[in-house]
């Protein structure tokens, strides 16, 4: 197994930790430099990739990457497949439902239609928050949750503690992964595909509340959801989701569809919507 740090106190801990677990352990990057922090996205796909290369060449059973903060992760599976997103909250949300009582689990509007459905279907109540990790650290706390996860790495265990730890995740994967005899790669190739895209429309700070007034007006007698930006689902498994950034001239657009040409058919026509509204 092994873990691949983001040069913080996390890779002094770690090792130690999954020794103790009986876990056959190779560190990379096990000493702290605050000059090598993994703090967008294409160093941290290099880092992953690099990382299935290792679990590859050592025919490891899982390699594991943190965050700086040791509070997000991504993993990858004995078949040397990268699992992080949406994959690793839809295997994290699979394995808590099949290893726990039923009770409350909270997943952000932004995520797969799926996600949920795992969760109903073993009678698990399913909260739907906004996509930031304060919302989801709020619902974590709400009486009977069990589990909260966004699409970005980070999951939170309320019976441990109301935030998102990776060294707690990990544990716990591991732990229900023993309990149900399955191996990662296994579970996640018992889940269902999905469709789900993203992209970022730029808009000027004048205009980004207008048009988010336009759409809300245009789209109000449609099936909308206001939990987060404007959601507008037209059927399980086909909807889009237009949420403003909050420090950028930007509106982030999500689109889950029965296809990947639908999904980009859903991007295509609401971007062009959103542009003719900054006119």
Sequence with gaps: LFPYTTLFRSSLIMPGLLGKLGCEVLSLNAFTDEKRLLTTRPPREEALGRLAEVVASFNADMGLLFDNGAERIAVVDERKEIIAGSDLLAVMTDLVTHNRPPGKVAIPVNQPDFIEEIAINRDFEVARTRVDRSSLMAAAQHEGTVFAGGGDGGFIFPDFMPVYDAMMTFVRMLEMLAATGETLGQVKLDLPAYYLM?????????????????????????????????????????????????EEPVLHVYAEGRNEDECREILDRHEAEIKRFSL
């Design 198 to 246: 993203r992209r970022e429309v730029v808009t000027s700070w004048e205009t980004k509340g207008a048009v988010m007034r336009q759409l809300l007006e245009t789209h109000k007698d449609e099936g909308m959801d206001s939990t987060d930006g404007i959601k507008i689902s037209w059927d399980k498994h086909r909807w889009v989701l237009i949420l403003p950034d909050q």
